[in-house]
């Protein structure tokens, strides 16, 4: 007012005042002189005051009862005209506030006198409130009577007046209120108001100040009024309304709390007067049942009264608000009676009204949670809070089930709704008739209940509707919906109040815990212990608070969610749902942060059931204990409310049908907008709020589940779910607007899950777990069939892994543990799956950026790669198939970096099994030769062995033999790594092995590891071998044959790189071990003819069986080893069991060569033979000259490492100093043994003996399979005897010839097949040798040289070659015997192919050759040795001519001629040179024996019983006979001279020969033509000479000789004689006939012997012939002349030639007396 303090003010305030007083006298000139005496004094006044005070104002407000009084005289005229210009004046009199106390009072008793007279009352209205308004001056009586003058014209009869009173009351009374609060401001520095205690009971005032007495004294009079009661203060009060004072309660109530609560004497005002009048007040409401007939009470109910009623929920409403804290208990009442007017039988408007009263507490968190701390959690106290809550439920659910019958308007439909039948009436149809079309209202809908939703309100805000109705004194129509609208509201406020009260409070802690938190890690003590302190604090407080929330919650969630559930389902206004849902969610989320499982588990199942068609059979929302809910009934104060059941006849648009999620899906459901909204709350539940959810994930994500399902969504790449068509079943319909939802679902799917990297680890184990049981389940319900199963959860599992890599140890196990499972399911689909999940997540955790990296983080690494080990335990292939798919993808991407996960990566592709298919085992090798060809170098060498086990394996499986042999080509790969980087693999071993065997030690274990005490890098030269030794009887021949060239080229090539101690394990486990198996395996190998290998291949006869196809791999692994033994016999021979290996090995090669196949035994001796060469390790006689080499430092060549710089050297070389000096340390170089070494070569040969005499031994029994050797075969065992032979001469001895004579006979015994012969007989013409028969001479010759060059004793032995060569050269008339083989002349045998299965013939071979050549050497020898001592004494001479004997006695019936004519030749040749010999050892008798032989093979060959074949030419025949005179001469020559030294009998016998010879040799086979070649006249005629000679000559040193000679020769002439006379005695008697032929060639011979004889005589020196010779010659004559009568004109001429040389006895001789006296 600071306007009216200036000059300018005051002046005009002057001139107004003035100009007011001149007014009022003017008008009250005439009629009122008083009146104008008394303005004109106060103009006079005004003037003197203004004229003597400089504060014009201050003296003014002294003086005014002065100044005023002219204006009170004038309205005390009562003249209307006056009185306002009076009331003017006066107004600003007081505007300037120039009035005292005492003017005041002045005015206001001329106001009342106004009033009484019913004069100006809107002016005088106007001027109390300036009054009052503008200062203080006015208190107490007269503050009371300006009221009261208020009050009386509230009353009045005028409308306008009224109102204005009413309105100028309300000013007045905020007035006095504030007077006192402006009080309060002013003393509040001065004294503080002690706090009040509740039970205070005084009465007195006298303690107020003014301003407070007014307000006091007004308050309580009010209170007095509206009881009905007299005030105390207000005299003069006439009339009062009840409901005017309760608004003017109220208004001071809600204006003025500060009033109450810090005056103790207000506050007792309130509890002891305002309370008990509202509840007195409340009594009819709470009496009344709507309904009820008066009757059955004794006095009749007041009824409630609208006005009355909704001012005192007004004034509740205010206490409730404003002074809980002063009046809890009475609170509990109002409270109490608030929910009970909800009741269904209290009126409709009165539950509107309490709707509304409810509502405005609701908006007001903090003030319920005051109630939940004061009454809930109180013991026996009613539970307020929860009973609002429950009573709002039961309210809704009311609404439902009732139909609203308060009001006129919806009586009607009462009946409607009763009667059961449909809502007919348009007016209840919600429909809006709009320009002919038709727009959906927002409303519930239950069960035929339609009740629209109203905008009421702004969320959050309580702004009431029937509340602010002062004005009405009817109780109004409460439009439908209304109160459900309200209701709906105070559910969703009071959710949205309370959750954001609890979530505040708790997040203040959890920031105030976290700040504490970190303040406890200061460093100093003291501190420490400030911070505990204030930590415990705020802890208790925590508690507290935690108590309190948790109370809250557990109080009204029951009630909210029956409510909200019932809304939800009610609801067909997406904007209510989307509410109704969020408020489950919140109310979920907060439950899940306090940790109240059931509560936040009751809501999801709520959010979840919405979720989901009507009735679906879901069983986890069925048997969680949440959803116990919907089956038991909560008692709501008293009643009992059952819980509805969803209702299925919801007007809601179907937006798509799809298949439920069951074992047996029966037809098809469908899903409404609604049904996608909740969904899509769930998600947003389970993305904004999944760190609370804990177990109740599992509800939520088995909904999800269904959803998707349903909705046809399907898993794609990395876990998201894409729309994709349903694969059985009617195929899912989707309406266009669910189609554009689906995307934006499926993409908040995938962020939901991958949310759940910011979730703690354990509400990630809680969502796994969740997700594991879901696909359980969805496992299960895929056993047994082959349906499309639900792929939610394995796909939700792969994507939860994905985006969790950084901490995916915590969750690894579980996940993958689960994954493994699904792979094992039977159906495809879901196995496919879990595959594709597993593998993915495999593929991410190690592509994955970790930190520390995996390289450093090996255990993890481990785990990662440890499920795709796992996979290998499950046999479906389509899930080996991934595995592999990965490993190889693994590879690619991550191959240099495995590590120590390489066993783990082996072991899958070690794991694939033969009978896990062709593409499985492909895919698998694929992987392999990625390794083999590009990571050897980056894993650890301890990782070497096992791909050396895994290649292997492959080689071993038969699915695809082209795998197989690649594999054996990596294993050759591999050892030609090994080669290379053989030092770095060595010491990374070595040191790899020291650290195992210290944790061996430390453990107290041994370590096991194959091939033990082998260093390990020799250990994985072991492991390649072993593995292809396995391979090398692999039933597959191309298999076998691969492996076993690769064994062999590996041992050859890298084996110096083993340590020599090695090499006994090579031998003995390795190579002798594969022998024993190869040779088990071909002696039992299946003889039955293989049609085809496979396919369209043909078969080489020699390979088409599997014994054959063994044969080869026996041959090849024989051949192998012997090699090794061969060329690294340097390494062998020291190893100390070399002669047991020899042994072995002999053994092996021994039974090879018995084996009945031709391939393996020849093969057998060669490699025999390959042995046999071996180079005798050097002696010091023959050091070749490269030995020196060796004596330089030997370390150089040792394998240890001596120094830093020394390695061992990769050396191939095999010099023979390198070979003495590898492996010797610094001693010399080793000489083996010469002994041992001579017992090798024995062994040796008794391996041969046992080979050849078992080969050569002709069988028992002969059929068409019998086993007999092959030309090759002898021939090669042949020719190993001269290399063996070298080695053992020495000790050879005449036992060893003997056995070696039997072998060579057998052996050239053995017939060959007539298939075979065209390959090995030269055709039968031709005399050539075989090579067996070459090979057996040779044999021979190689011991005969060495005889001849060897001592003495060894000369013994040239009988025994005698012997044996002459028994071959017995073949040649007498072919041998190979046991009862029947044997075909080689001219005989059918040479035919054709027969297959006909018996093979067997033929001799033509020996003649062999026997002749075997003579040939006899005779060579013999002349070599024919002196030596063991050839004279063991008759050797004797035997080679008994042995002639035979061909020359069958002559010409020998097989070939050339027999008889060699013989011939031989007998010639060696008797020339043995009977020299013979002669010479005459006396010791040794040759008495021969003399007889020899005449008797004289004998038959000279006088064969053999006839000449019929086509004997005469040219042949001439010369054979020059044959017979060469024999006859070397009688001559070489027998007869030496007559003396020759026993006499052997002399008679050759000299009877010759006498025979002389006279008849013919032959009686001659035709008559040929008769006198024919008769061996040349012969006759030698043996005549020789007799003759031998008879005369002068030499005859003995008589007995000459005696024998003679007898000869008169037996030869005697015998002529006789011939003579019985041919002429024939002759005679025969008569014309002609004698026979024969007796005619006799006589021809005997004339021709005598003609010879006469010349032999003639010839031989007289003095030889005895004279008694002569006599019988001449006596002959006579006889020979009685022939001439003979008629046969041969014998004439034959007579004629006999006669003419008796010429020259027609004389006598002259010294015929002197020398017969002599």
């Known amino acids: 007012m600071s306007g009216t303090n200036s000059p300018e003010a005051v002046k005009k305030l002057l001139e107004n005042m003035q100009s007011d007083l001149r007014a009022l006298s003017l008008e009250c000139k005439k009629k009122f002189p008083p009146v104008k005496e008394a303005a004109e004094s106060g103009i006079i006044k005004v003037k003197t005051i203004a004229a003597r005070n400089t504060e014009i104002l201050a003296a003014l407000k002294e003086n005014s009862s002065e100044v005023v009084q002219p204006f009170l005289m004038g309205c005390g005229t009562k003249e209307p005209k006056i009185t306002q210009l009076c009331l003017a004046a006066i107004q600003r009199l007081m505007s300037h506030e120039v009035v005292s106390e005492t003017a005041a009072g002045n005015i206001i008793n001329m106001l009342w006198q106004l009033m009484e007279n019913s004069l100006e009352e809107l002016k005088l209205l106007q001027t109390v409130l300036v009054l009052l308004t503008t200062n203080t001056v006015v208190h107490d009586e007269a503050l009371s009577k300006a009221i009261v003058l208020c009050f009386r014209l509230h009353f009045t009869k005028d409308n306008i007046t009224n109102n204005t009173a009413a309105a100028t009351v309300r000013q007045v009374v905020t007035v006095v209120f504030e007077r006192m609060v402006a009080e309060d401001e002013r003393h509040r520095d001065i004294l503080e108001q002690p706090v009040l205690q509740a039970n205070s009971n005084r009465r007195s005032v006298s303690t107020l100040k003014p301003c407070a007495k007014d307000a006091y004294m007004l308050f309580q009079d009010l209170c007095q009024l509206v009881n009905a009661d007299a005030p105390y203060w207000l005299v003069g009060m006439t009339e009062m309304t009840r409901t005017f004072g309760l608004e003017l309660l109220e208004s001071v109530l809600n204006d003025f709390p500060q009033v109450f609560l810090q005056h103790q004497e207000f506050s007792f005002l309130l509890k002891e007067r305002v309370c008990p009048l509202v509840i007195k007040l409340f009594s009819p409401n709470i009496k009344f049942r709507q309904g009820s007939s008066t009757s059955s009470s004794p006095a009749p109910v007041e009824k409630p009264y609208f006005p009355i009623c909704m001012r005192l929920l007004r004034v509740v409403s205010v206490l409730i608000k404003q002074f809980y804290s002063l009046l809890v208990t009475e609170c509990e009442i109002f409270l109490s009676l608030l929910v009970k007017f909800l009741d269904a039988d209290k009126p409709q408007w009165l539950r509107a009204v309490a709707v509304e009263s409810i509502h405005r507490l609701c908006v007001q968190p903090q003030l319920l949670r005051s109630f939940c701390q004061s009454y809930d959690m109180k013991q026996h106290s009613t539970k307020v809070f929860r009973d609002i809550v429950n009573a709002l439920g039961s309210f809704i659910q009311s609404l439902f089930l009732v139909p609203p019958t308060g009001s006129p308007a919806t009586t009607n439909q009462a009946g409607n709704n009763n009667s059961g039948g449909p809502v007919s009436a348009p007016a209840n149809s919600g429909m809006v008739g709009i320009g002919g079309g038709v727009t959906l209202l927002p409303a519930f809908e239950y069960r035929g209940t339609w009740i629209p939703i109203l905008t009421i309100t702004v969320q959050g805000s309580a702004k009431a509707t029937y509340l602010e109705m002062l004005d009405k004194v009817e109780p109004p129509t409460i439009p439908e919906g209304y109160a459900m609208s309200v209701a709906f509201h105070c559910l969703l406020d009071l959710v949205r109040g309370i959750t954001s009260m609890i979530e505040g409070e708790l997040g203040e802690v959890e920031t105030e815990c976290q700040t504490t938190t970190e303040g406890a890690s200061s460093p100093t003590q003291s501190s420490e212990q400030q911070d505990l302190q204030s930590t415990s604090d705020q802890m208790d407080k925590e508690i507290v608070s935690r108590a309190v929330w948790e109370e809250m919650v557990n109080a009204c969630w029951c009630g909210l969610l029956a409510a909200l559930s019932l809304l939800l389902d009610a609801s067909t206004d997406e904007a209510a749902t989307e509410n109704i849902l969020k408020a489950e969610l919140t109310m979920a989320a907060l439950c899940g942060r306090l940790g109240l499982v059931t509560s936040r588990d009751a809501f999801i199942t709520a959010i979840c059931k919405g979720s989901l068609p009507p009735h679906y059979a879901l069983t986890v929302l069925n048997t969680t204990t949440a959803a116990t809910l919907s089956n038991k009934s909560y008692s709501i104060q008293g009643q009992s409310v059952m819980m509805i059941s969803p209702s299925s006849e919801s007007h809601q648009q179907v937006v798509a049908v799809g298949q439920p999620l069951a074992v ?74 669910v189609m554009t939802d689906l995307p934006v679902i499926s993409n908040i799917l995938s962020r939901l899950f991958e949310s759940s990297q910011y ?266 071998y072993a593995k292809l ?85 026996w041959v090849l692994t024989l051949a192998g080893v012997a090699r090794i033994f061969n060329t690294r016999r340097y390494l062998l021979q020291p190893l100390g069991d070399f002669s047991r290996a020899w042994d072995v090995l002999l053994d092996h090669i021994q039974s090879a060569a018995l084996s009945k196949n031709n391939e393996v035994s020849l093969a057998a001796l060669k490699s025999f033979q390959e042995i046999l060469q071996i180079v005798s390790p050097v002696r010091d006689s023959d050091k070749p000259e490269t030995l020196p080499v060796v004596n330089v430092p030997v370390p150089v060549l040792i394998g240890s490492i001596s120094g830093p710089g020394l390695s061992r050297p990769f050396v191939r070389t095999d010099s023979i100093g390198e070979r003495l000096g590898r492996y010797s340390s610094s001693e010399t170089p080793i000489v083996t043994d010469e002994l041992e070494d001579l017992n090798l070569w024995w062994a040796a040969w008794n391996t041969w003996y046992r080979i050849g005499s078992e080969s050569t031994k002709p069988p028992i029994t002969f059929d068409k399979l019998t086993f007999i050797p092959s030309q090759p075969f002898l021939t090669a065992l042949i020719q190993i005897f001269p290399a063996l032979y070298q080695h053992i001469k020495t000790g050879f001895n005449m036992d060893d010839l003997q056995k070696l004579g039997v072998i060579l006979h057998s052996a050239v015994s053995v017939p060959i097949s007539s298939d075979a012969s065209p390959f090995i007989l030269p055709s039968y013409t031709e005399a050539v040798l075989t090579s067996l028969q070459e090979a057996v001479l040779t044999a021979l010759d190689v011991l005969q040289k060495a005889i001849c060059v060897g001592p003495e004793n060894m000369q013994i032995m040239y009988p025994a070659i005698f012997d044996q060569l002459l028994a071959f050269v017995e073949f040649s008339c007498k072919p041998p015997q190979y046991g009862q083989l029947e044997t075909k002349h080689i001219a005989n045998a059918k040479y035919n192919q054709i027969q297959l299965f006909a018996p093979a013939e067997w033929v001799a071979l033509n020996y003649v050759p062999f026997a002749e050549r075997s003579l040939e050497v006899v005779v060579d020898l013999y002349q070599k040795t024919a002196c030596h001592k063991a050839v004279v004494n063991e008759k050797v001479l004797q035997n080679i001519i008994k042995t002639l004997r035979v061909p020359l006695s069958l002559k010409y019936s020998c097989p070939s001629e050339s027999t008889w004519k060699l013989a011939v030749s031989s ?46 030419s005469i040219q042949e025949f001439q010369r054979n006979e020059s044959i017979d005179v060469e024999v006859v001469q070397l009688i001559s020559t070489e027998i007869l001279p030496y007559a003396n030294f020759i026993p006499k009998e052997f002399v008679g016998q050759i000299m009877t020969m010759l006498n025979k010879g002389s006279i008849h040799s013919q032959s009686s086979s001659f035709t008559e033509a040929e008769i006198d070649i024919r008769l061996r006249e040349e012969f006759s005629k030698m043996c005549f000479e020789t007799l003759l000679q031998f008879s005369f000559s002068s030499k005859v040193t003995t008589p007995q000789e000459g005696y024998i000679s003679r007898m000869a020769l008169s037996v030869l002439l005697k015998r002529s004689q006789d011939v003579l006379h019985r041919y002429i005695e024939d002759e005679r008697l025969s008569g014309k006939c002609p004698l026979p032929r024969q007796q005619v060639t006799e006589i021809i011979f005997v004339l021709k012997a005598v003609s010879t004889l006469i010349d032999s005589l003639k010839k031989t020196q007289p003095e030889n012939v005895d004279g008694n010779t002569w006599a019988q010659v001449i006596a002959l004559y006579p006889t020979l002349v009685e022939c001439i009568t003979c008629s046969s004109s041969e014998v004439c001429s034959a007579l004629k030639e006999a006669l003419v040389p008796f010429k020259d006895f027609m004389q006598p001789p002259a010294s015929k007396v002197q020398n017969g006296e002599s």
């Open 664 to 737: 047996q899906p029966q037809g098809t459901v469908m899903l409404t907008s609604k049904n996608i909204q909740c969904m899509r709350t769930l998600l947003n539940l389970a993305h904004c709020h999944g760190a609370v959810l804990g177990t109740s994930w599992q509800l939520v994500l088995a909904t999800l589940q269904h959803l998707v399902w349903i909705l046809g969504l399907k898993p794609s790449s990395g876990g998201a779910l894409k729309p994709g068509r349903a694969v059985e079943g009617p195929s899912t319909v989707l309406t266009t607007a």
């Open 759 to 1024: 979730l703690d680890d354990v509400s990630l184990h809680h969502l796994i777990n969740a997700l594991c049981s879901l696909s359980l389940e969805a496992m299960d319900m895929a056993y047994g069939n082959n349906k499309e199963p639900s792929l939610f959860a394995v796909a939700k599992l792969l994507e939860t892994g994905l985006v969790n890599m950084h901490r995916i140890e915590i969750l690894w196990r579980p996940l993958t543990g689960h994954l493994l499972e699904v792979c094992q399911h039977p159906n495809s689909r879901m196995r496919e799956w879990g595959a594709e999940a597993l593998t993915s997540l495999i593929k991410a955790g190690l592509t994955f950026n970790h930190d520390p990296p995996l390289s450093q983080n090996q255990r993890l690494q481990l785990l990662l790669l440890n499920p795709l080990k796992e996979m290998s335990n499950i046999n479906h292939p389509d899930i080996r198939l991934k595995q592999l798919e990965c490993v190889l993808q693994i590879l690619q991407s991550q191959g240099d970096s495995l590590g120590p996960g390489w066993p783990l990566v082996l072991g899958v592709m070690g794991a694939i099994r033969n009978d896990q298919g062709e593409s499985l085992i492909r895919t698998a090798f694929q992987c392999l030769q990625l390794v083999v060809t590009d990571f050897l170098p980056t894993m650890p060498c301890t990782c070497l062995q096992i791909v050396v086990d895994v290649a292997g394996s492959f080689g071993l499986h038969n699915q695809e033999l082209n795998i197989s042999l690649t594999s054996i080509g990596l294993l050759w790969n591999i050892s030609d790594y090994f080669f290379q980087r053989g030092e770095t693999i060595e010491k990374e071993l070595n040191k790899e092995e020291a650290a195992q065997q210290k944790q061996a030690e430390e453990k107290g274990v041994v370590l096991n590891r194959p091939f033990h005490p082998a260093p390990p890098f020799d250990c994985l030269w072991l492991c390649l």
């Open 1029 to 1113: 030794g396995e391979l090398c009887v692999d039933p597959r021949p191309a298999v076998r044959k691969s492996a076993g060239q690769t064994l062999f080229s590996t041992i050859g090539a890298h084996g110096t790189l083993l340590q020599h101690s090695t090499w006994h394990t090579v031998i003995w486990k390795v190579l002798f071990h594969l022998l024993d198996r190869v040779r088990e395996s071909s002696t039992t190998a299946d003889k039955e003819k293989i049609e085809s290998g496979g396919g369209n291949i043909l078969i080489h006869h020699s390979r088409d069986t599997a014994e054959k196809q063994w044969a080869e791999t």
């Open 1467 to 1512: 007998l010639l040749k060696v008797l020339s040179i043995g009977l020299p010999v013979a002669r010479q050892h005459a006396s010791s008798g040794k040759f008495d024996s021969m003399w007889p032989e020899l005449a008797n093979t004289f004998e038959d060959f000279l006088f064969t019983k053999s006839i000449p074949p019929d086509n004997l």
